[in-house]
């Protein structure tokens, strides 16, 4: 059964399948902005789309190619650039890093490729100035470039935003621009590549109008055309991509290619907190570090992450996590269980849930169903597969943290305070008596951990 999957565009499932004849499956998916650490929420859809890129793996063995990008020059990585007055390259290649250990982590596989916009200015300069040639963008006097929406009648299909509010520039007007806040809001024409400004600092490249640098949008087009060409098979993102930023980057590759630039498109659904999108701006998020130091472990994260339909939103709790800690330890004292010589291949139809739609709670329910039935005959393999399906890696379960006692955290405050108040005796003291309770006070910069006392 081939992979059926929503696509955003038609509003339908349709089937996965390359559509050139190389047989290659060409799969972009919009990448992280790195400014900062990502949040759980931007993880949701970075492990959703590892779930499709592992099901294509599947459904077509060394035939996919998967592109992620990485946008590396923005509104947001220059302002943290110049707030930290450090070179806009040592931000990015910071949390390009750790973006990378957190996906390790919660064992997302790495792209085939991982293009940076900064890695790719001239393909966007020439992308923009075929644009320019074809009459689809026009220069303004403060040496920018902007898309002209009116040049191209099929704006709007992904998002189906209204002719009435293009032409008043409200859809634009109305909705926060995530990425890079356009200059010029005139209608709903975008910006391709943005005129030198004094806040740009010293990130700017040379270009036929003058100094400057790319828009958010047209790293996108470049990047895809550049490492996947014209067209591609599916193209993914968060639902909020879908608009402007897939709407532009249609309008974009279309008016400069001349053919289809997706013949998917799929997009999931937001991680919330109480009932509000996860995001850096309303500051209700979650990092795995600050799971991680609660004792979390990413696997368990991961697995809550897939608990819930992909194209639905998820609230995220604290509880969900201590669930899923519950379910791997299931699934790893099944695992133990096997025998080898077992045949039976009872996650059949949990895999054939994953392949429609990324049925992800289906598929749960028939596993665990298998996993009460007992591991009597059972195949390792069949249970292999569809643990690589979901990427869940049991070999390695996490130790329980230990519960810090009241008394323990009460006195390692008062250390921490006297400590602040550079009372060095009083400290020590207090270091003495959390350790004769049995527990290490560790100090940092900016905080303290408490680990049980080596033996
Ligand atoms: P950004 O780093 O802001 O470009 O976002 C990276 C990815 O995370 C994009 O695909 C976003 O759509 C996605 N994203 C952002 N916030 C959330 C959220 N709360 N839940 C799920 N995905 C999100
Ligand atoms: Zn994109």
Request: hydrophobic fraction near 40%; charged fraction near 25%.
């Given at each position: 059964?081939?992979?059926?999957?929503?696509?955003?565009?038609?509003?339908?499932?349709?089937?996965?399948?390359?559509?050139?004849?190389?047989?290659?499956?060409?799969?972009y998916n919009?990448g992280?902005?790195?400014?900062?650490?990502a949040?759980i929420?931007?993880f949701r859809?970075f492990?959703?789309?590892?779930?499709l890129?592992?099901?294509?793996d599947?459904e077509?063995?060394?035939?996919?190619?998967?592109?992620?990008?990485?946008?590396?020059?923005?509104d947001?990585t220059?302002?943290?650039?110049?707030?930290?007055g450090?070179?806009?390259?040592?931000?990015?290649?910071?949390?390009?890093?750790?973006?990378?250990?957190?996906?390790?982590?919660?064992?997302?596989?790495?792209?085939?490729?991982?293009?940076?916009a900064?890695?790719?200015?001239?393909e966007q300069?020439?992308?923009?100035?075929?644009?320019?040639?074809r009459?689809h963008a026009?220069?303004t006097?403060?040496?920018s470039?902007?898309?002209?929406?009116?040049s191209?009648?099929?704006?709007?299909a992904?998002s189906?935003?209204?002719?009435?509010?293009?032409?008043v520039?409200?859809a634009?007007?109305?909705?926060?621009?995530?990425h890079d806040?356009?200059e010029?809001?005139?209608?709903?024409?975008?910006?391709?590549w943005k005129?030198?400004?004094?806040?740009?600092?010293d990130?700017?490249?040379?270009?036929?109008?003058?100094?400057g640098?790319?828009?958010?949008?047209?790293?996108?087009?470049?990047?895809?055309?550049?490492?996947?060409?014209?067209?591609?098979?599916?193209?993914?993102?968060?639902v909020d991509?879908?608009?402007?930023?897939?709407?532009?980057?249609?309008?974009?590759?279309?008016?400069?290619?001349?053919?289809?630039f997706?013949?998917?498109?799929?997009?999931?659904e937001?991680?919330?907190?109480?009932?509000?999108?996860?995001?850096?701006?309303?500051?209700?998020?979650?990092?795995?570090d600050?799971?991680?130091?609660?004792?979390?472990?990413?696997?368990?994260?991961?697995?809550?992450?897939?608990?819930?339909?992909?194209?639905?939103?998820?609230?995220?709790?604290?509880?969900?996590?201590?669930?899923?800690?519950?379910?791997?330890?299931?699934?790893r004292?099944?695992?133990?269980?096997?025998q080898?010589?077992?045949?039976?291949?009872p996650?059949a139809?949990?895999?054939?849930?994953?392949q429609?739609?990324l049925?992800?709670?289906?598929?749960?329910?028939?596993?665990?169903t298998?996993?009460?039935?007992?591991?009597a005959?059972v195949?390792?393999?069949?249970?292999?597969?569809?643990?690589?399906?979901?990427?869940l890696?049991?070999?390695e379960?996490?130790?329980?943290?230990?519960?810090?006692?009241?008394e323990v955290?009460?006195l390692?405050e008062?250390?921490?305070?006297?400590?602040?108040?550079?009372?060095?005796?009083?400290?020590?003291?207090?270091?003495g008596?959390?350790?004769?309770?049995?527990?290490?006070?560790?100090?940092?910069k900016?905080?303290?951990?408490?680990?049980?006392?080596?033996?």
């Open positions: 059964m081939p992979i059926q999957l929503h696509d955003s565009l038609s509003r339908t499932s349709r089937p996965l399948a390359p559509a050139q004849a190389d047989g290659i499956y060409r799969f919009c992280p902005t790195v400014y900062a650490a949040h929420g931007n859809t492990v959703v789309n590892d779930l890129r592992r099901l294509l599947l077509f063995p060394g035939k996919v190619k998967h592109v992620r990008n990485l946008t590396d020059v923005d947001k220059i302002r943290r650039s110049r707030e930290e450090r070179p806009l390259a040592a931000v990015t290649k910071e949390w390009t890093d750790k973006f990378h250990a957190d996906c390790a982590a919660l064992n997302c596989l790495p792209p085939h490729v991982e293009p940076s900064t890695g790719h200015i001239p300069i020439d992308m923009i100035a075929a644009l320019e040639k009459g026009y220069r006097d403060d040496g470039v902007y898309f002209k929406v009116s191209f009648p099929g704006y709007g992904l189906r935003v209204k002719e009435r509010e293009l032409r520039g409200s634009l007007a109305g909705k926060p621009q995530t806040a356009d010029k809001e005139d209608g709903s024409d975008f910006a391709l005129g030198h400004k004094p806040d740009d600092g990130n700017f490249w040379p270009s036929p109008w003058g100094q640098r790319p828009g958010w949008h047209i790293e996108c087009s470049a990047m895809s055309k550049k490492h996947l060409g014209d067209t591609i098979d599916l193209h993914t993102g968060g991509l879908l608009f402007p930023h897939h709407e532009n980057e249609i309008a974009q590759s279309q008016c400069c290619n001349g053919t289809t997706a013949h998917h498109w799929y997009h999931s937001h991680l919330l907190v109480d009932g509000k999108k996860m995001s850096k701006s309303l500051g209700n998020l979650y990092t795995l600050q799971l991680k130091e609660m004792g979390h472990s990413p696997a368990a994260l991961r697995y809550a992450l897939l608990a819930g339909h992909p194209r639905k939103q998820l609230n995220f709790t604290l509880d969900s996590l201590h669930a899923a800690e519950k379910a791997l330890a299931q699934l004292t099944f695992r133990a269980a096997l080898p010589g077992g045949t039976a291949d996650f139809p949990a895999l054939a849930a994953l429609d739609d049925n992800t709670p289906n598929a749960l329910g028939i596993i665990f298998a996993l009460h039935a007992g591991p005959n195949s390792p393999a069949a249970f292999d597969r569809i643990l690589f399906a979901l990427g890696d049991l070999s379960p996490v130790a329980p943290k230990a519960d810090v006692p009241a955290t009460a390692a008062q250390r921490w305070a006297v400590k602040a108040a550079k009372n060095w005796a009083e400290a020590d003291r207090l270091r008596a959390i350790a004769a309770l049995g527990w290490t006070m560790l100090d940092r900016d905080g303290y951990s408490l680990e049980p006392a080596k033996k």
